[in-house]
C-alpha cells in the first residue's frame, strides 16, 4: 500500500471516536467530534491530492477512498439520528444511494469513474451539514444545518443519478474516485 493508501484507511480510525463522542454528547465532547469529524475531512482532500500529485492513484485507492467516505459520513448521520436532530428517512436516502452505487461498481458494468462537479458538490454539503449538526452555534445554526442537511440529500440524489446514467466514452476517463 502507497503513502495516499494509508492515510485513506488511516481516517477510519475517527469513525468509532465520533459515535463515542455523540452517543449523549456534551457541549465540549460535541467540540470534540467536530474537530475529529473537520480532521477527517481534511484528511480525506489530502490523499486524494498525493495520489495524484504522486502519481499513486491505484485501483485500491479508488475503492477504498469511497468506502471510507461513506463510513464517515454514515456514522455521524446515524448518531444524529439517535440525537433526533434529523430524520431517519432522510438518512436513509443517502445510504440507499451510496449502496446502490457501489453495488453498481461491484458488479464491474462500469469503470470506477472519477467525482463530477456533482459528487463534489454532494461532498462538500454534507460535510458543511454534519458538522453543523454536531455543533450548531446558534439556533440560526442549527437551521442553517438542516437546510444544508436537505440540500445534501438532494445532491446526494442528483449525483447518484447522473453517475447511473450511461457514460460517453469521454466522459469515462479513470480518474480518483473522491467525492463520488
Known amino acids: 500500500m502507497n503513502l495516499p493508501t494509508w492515510i485513506t484507511v488511516s ?9 463515542i463522542l455523540l452517543e449523549n454528547p456534551t457541549e465540549q ?32 485507492g479508488k475503492f477504498l477512498d469511497p468506502l471510507v467516505d461513506k463510513l464517515l459520513v ?27 452505487v457501489a453495488g453498481w461498481r461491484v458488479t464491474g458494468t462500469k469503470k470506477i ?10 461532498t462538500v454539503t454534507q460535510i458543511a451539514a454534519i458538522a453543523l449538526l454536531i455543533y450548531p452555534i446558534n439556533e440560526t445554526g442549527a437551521m442553517v444545518a438542516l437546510v444544508l442537511f436537505w440540500a445534501a440529500v438532494a445532491l446526494t440524489l442528483i449525483s447518484g443519478v447522473i453517475y447511473l446514467l450511461p457514460q460517453t466514452p469521454d466522459a469515462s476517463q479513470e480518474q480518483p474516485s473522491e467525492g463520488v
Do not use: C, M, S
Not at 433526533?84 to 428517512?89: K, N, R
Open 74 to 100: 454514515t456514522a455521524p448521520l446515524l448518531a444524529l439520528i439517535h440525537l433526533q436532530q434529523i430524520p431517519a428517512w432522510g438518512v436513509f436516502l443517502i445510504i440507499a444511494r451510496e449502496l446502490t
Open 29 to 60: 465532547q460535541r467540540l470534540w467530534a467536530i474537530a475529529i469529524f473537520l480532521v477527517v475531512a481534511l484528511t480525506d482532500w489530502l490523499d486524494g491530492y498525493l495520489a495524484r500529485k504522486l502519481d499513486q492513484v491505484t485501483d485500491l
Open 11 to 19: 481516517r477510519l480510525v475517527g469513525v468509532p471516536f465520533l459515535l
Open 113 to 122: 469513474q472519477g467525482a463530477n462537479i456533482w459528487g463534489k458538490a454532494k
